[in-house]
Structures are given as C-alpha cells and as structure tokens.
C-alpha cells in the first residue's frame, strides 16, 4: 500500500512539476494565469490570489495551467494569444524542459548518494556460472578477452556484442595477483550477461556532473532511438508500455529501494519531456508547430481551428492510450 502511494505521489509530482513550468515562465513573461490545478476532475478546494485562482481536485493524479486567451479569443494584453511569439514559444516547451532539469537533478543526486559501478565483484546472480568458473568476491576485471576494462561500462558494452560464447577475462585478485578466467555466460531476456553485480565507489561532484550527462544523453537517444523504432514499424504494441506497465515498474523499483526509484523517476522525467514535444496535435510539441507556421506566415492561425486540430490529436492519443492500457493489463496477467 505504502509503494501505491508512493506511486501515485512520484506520478503526480512529475506532472506537477511539468504544468509548474508552463506556469512560472508564463508569470515571468507577464502572461496572466487564470488557475493552476492541482490534481483533476472536481475541484474541492480554491484559493484566489491576484489573477490566479490555485485550485486542489478531487482526483489527484496530473494538474493543469489555464492562461488567459489559450483556446480563447482574449481582448487582455496580458493573454497568451496577445503575447509575442518568442514569450508563447518558451512557455510552451517550459514544461519539458523542467522535466528536463528535474530529470538531470535526480540523476545527480543518485551518483552523489550511489557513487558509480565499477568492473569489482559485489556479487552473484544466482543463476550466474562465474563462481563454479572461478571468480570471487573482491575480483577486479582488466580486461574482457583482448579488451582492456577501465570502467563497468565496458563490461556492458563488450557483452551487449556476445551471442554466447565463453568469455576470457584476465582478473585482479585481491592480493594483486592477476589470473586469467573462462566463464560462460548465462541468456537472460534475449541477452547474453556475466551474472555478476559490480561495487561502488563514491565520486566527487564534478565527476556526478560529468556522469549525469552522460546517463542523460544516453537516456534521451536511447528514447529517440525507440521512437524511430516506432515509427518504421519496427516495434509491436505489446512492446509499449503505458500507465499500468510504469506503475508497475515503478512499484517493483519501490521494493528494491530508494536507488532504483530515483533513476526511474529520472528516466520517467527524460520520456515525459521528449514525448510532450513531440510535433503531434495535442502535445507541446504540436503547439510549438502551430507558432513556428504562424511566424512564418506573419498572423497567427485561428484558436478556434487550432483547438479543433488539438482536440483530434488529444481523441487519437486517448484512443491509443485505451489500446496501450488494454495491453499493458494483457502483459500483467501473462497474455501474450
């Protein structure tokens, strides 16, 4: 029950924190902001102070900003339509780009807390061939057949190429001898691994710095990439996952500790801002199209057209979210 909540909590906050953007870069650049909602459906509770009305409501999942003259037209020199076109542009990717940031943040937190792995045995996975093969506790892997290993990453590099066949690796033991070791690898989900966990060791913050941009940039192709997958045909819908499948993801991260809830709600914040521009009718991305049309044809496009458009793309990605929803329950009960 505690993990539910803690779910709900993380998903509510990422969004939160996402609407958050739109709102302080609107304040900042003098659009006028109606509400910022917390949470969805009836409202229970509302406060009003200056322009803004803040408001709780009784599903607490999302939240929304309403600026002046976003879906409406507005005779105040303060609504979003009346604003130029750079100040509507940097609200509308504002929330991404928190995401963005918080994403980054997290990411430096859990390196300064965590450390980084390195290529030293912590342990075994129980299926794992590396003890019977001769690795111990404490081993320090230099080098993976002819390749030398300088950090955990090479390791995954150099096994996300094997299809199998055994792997040589020359070993620092613990005494400072070193020796050379055959193990075969195990097959676990379509991938060849060591079955082993690496140590930790603590860095300095430049280096969290160095290494949280590097998770990061890692994270954001490694979505970019899935998207492209997507849209060659080249990924099934069983393949994606929706709320349900983050929920659960999320709630089985909650049961190993807080180390994997942090690097999920970073991943979760990388897939929320690159998702929400991307250039589809309804998202941030599509808004962003409609101002770079409108500047290049010097007036701004009907809101009443624009919102009709919106509205479509918002029905569609409504109706994939069902579909995807639909599969994630097929995937959770074992359907495939």
Same mark, same amino acid.
């Given at each position: ?14 969004? %939160? ?16 902001v109606n509400e910022f ?7 229970? @509770? ?33 609504? @979003? ?15 991404? =780009? ?63 190429? #094997? ?67 997507? @849209? ?36 979760? #914040? ?6 929400? %521009? ?9 808004? @962003?199209?409609?101002l770079i049309v409108e ?20 029905? %569609? ?7 995807? =929803? ?11």
């Amino acid at each position: 029950m505690i993990n539910i909540l803690l779910v709900i909590f993380i998903f509510l906050f990422v969004i %939160l924190w996402h609407e958050f953007g739109h709102f302080s870069i609107a304040k900042m650049v003098g659009v006028k902001v109606n509400e910022f909602s917390i949470g969805m459906g009836p409202r229970i @509770f509302h406060k009003k102070r200056g322009d803004t009305e803040y408001s709780f409501r009784a599903i607490p999942v999302g939240g929304f900003v309403s600026m002046e003259g976003e879906e409406e037209n507005s005779s105040d020199p303060r609504a @979003f339509q009346n604003s130029s076109i750079i100040k509507r542009m940097a609200i509308v990717v504002a929330g991404a =780009t928190m995401n963005f940031i918080l994403g980054f943040l997290v990411l430096l937190l859990l390196y300064i807390m965590r450390g980084v792995d390195i290529p030293k045995i912590k342990s075994f996975t129980p299926e794992s061939n590396a003890p019977i093969s001769g690795l111990e506790v404490g081993d320090r892997i230099i080098k993976m057949d002819s390749n030398t290993v300088n950090s955990w990453d090479d390791v995954l590099t150099l096994m996300s190429k #094997n299809s199998g066949e055994n792997v040589k690796l020359q070993i620092e033991k613990k005494d400072g001898s070193v020796n050379i070791i055959s193990i075969k690898p195990i097959e676990k989900e379509g991938r060849y691994m060591l079955g082993i966990y690496p140590d930790t060791e603590a860095i300095g913050i430049l280096s969290a710095i160095q290494m949280s941009g590097y998770t990061f940039r890692e994270m954001f192709m490694s979505l970019i990439n899935f998207l492209q997958s997507i @849209f060659r045909g080249g990924v099934k819908i069983k393949d994606i996952s929706g709320p349900l499948g983050v929920v659960n993801v999320l709630v089985q991260a909650a049961n190993q500790g807080i180390i994997q809830v942090l690097f999920w709600v970073a991943y979760i #914040n990388i897939n929320l801002g690159v998702i929400n %521009l991307l250039p589809l009718p309804a998202l941030d991305g599509g808004k @962003f199209i409609f101002l770079i049309v409108e500047a290049l044809r010097g007036k701004p496009i009907s809101p009443s057209k624009e919102g009709y458009v919106h509205l479509a793309g918002f029905m %569609l990605l409504m109706i994939l979210l069902i579909v995807i =929803t639909f599969q994630d329950v097929l995937n959770l009960i074992g359907v495939k």
